[in-house]
């Protein structure tokens, strides 16, 4: 466990490098365009009062005015961008980076296993950071807004209504449920384990393996596809929660069947 552990951390602190900046500029970003956002709501608040006109032409301010604005979507996007770059990269960069740093990893003395788990929960504990850092600047967000904005035009929204509706970025990544937070982060495992294998199969069989290892990535996506097509089709017999529970069952054993075959190729195929 020792070994695991001290494993995991070495794998986190390559990948802080990499994601603290990151949030570091989505923040700076994001209250960047909070404070212009607010000001240039007050600015046309000012202007309509020197023309004399009523002040109910303008609607209510609310963060969802912030939210919107392209390039605090873009921030967003930014710190996904990182997560998949990083999927690939976690792995390329041991085989193709100075002195092949694999080799000594596989000559490690442990479970070679541990690889994969490891840089698996990087992704997960990541993810979590990353997710509660953003809610945590939607707060001081609401604050800086709520500070700004004039006095009796600023609509104070629930934590789970600032972005707007319908947002596919809101519906995706910030789900507002345990239920919907555990569905749409295991997809997101599912698919990330699914490349993982692909990956390896392909530092495995070379040009043949590169096939194979595609073919199952976009496979889980094919097959998730199906699925959800099928169901949808049988909503006549199973209640949505029933489908979105078997949906969940399909991630889970498509986590479980890409490990198995990991940990195989991993103990079996991949030689020093």
Do not use: C
Request: aromatic residues 18%; without cysteine.
């Amino acid at each position: 466990m020792k070994k695991f552990i001290s494993l995991l951390s070495f794998e986190m602190n390559r990948f802080l490098k990499f994601l603290v900046p990151t949030l570091l500029v989505t923040a700076v970003v994001q209250i960047f365009v909070t404070i212009f956002s607010s000001l240039k709501y007050n600015n046309e608040l000012e202007k309509i009062i020197a023309q004399g006109e009523q002040l109910e032409t303008i609607p209510n301010f609310s963060l969802q005015d912030i939210t919107g604005n392209g390039i605090y979507q873009l921030s967003i996007m930014l710190i996904v961008l990182v997560f998949v770059f990083y999927s690939f990269f976690i792995w390329y960069r041991e085989w193709l980076g100075k002195n092949t740093f694999i080799y000594r990893l596989l000559m490690l003395p442990t479970n070679r296993t541990y690889l994969l788990l490891t840089k698996s929960l990087v992704f997960l504990i990541g993810g979590l950071l990353a997710f509660s850092f953003q809610f945590g600047l939607y707060f001081i967000e609401l604050k800086i807004a709520e500070w700004l904005v004039m006095d009796g035009h600023y609509t104070l929204l629930n934590i789970h209504n600032v972005q707007p509706l319908y947002d596919l970025v809101q519906s995706l990544l910030f789900p507002t449920t345990l239920f919907q937070f555990i569905s749409r982060y295991s997809f997101a495992f599912a698919a990330l384990m699914s490349l993982f294998v692909g990956i390896i199969i392909e530092r495995s069989f070379g040009l043949k393996g590169l096939i194979i290892g595609a073919s199952y990535f976009i496979g889980f996506f094919v097959l998730y596809a199906l699925l959800d097509s099928l169901l949808y089709s049988a909503s006549f017999i199973l209640r949505p929660s029933q489908e979105a529970i078997i949906m969940m069952v399909y991630q889970f054993l498509v986590i479980g069947i890409s490990t198995f075959i990991s940990h195989l190729l991993l103990k079996n195929k991949i030689k020093i």
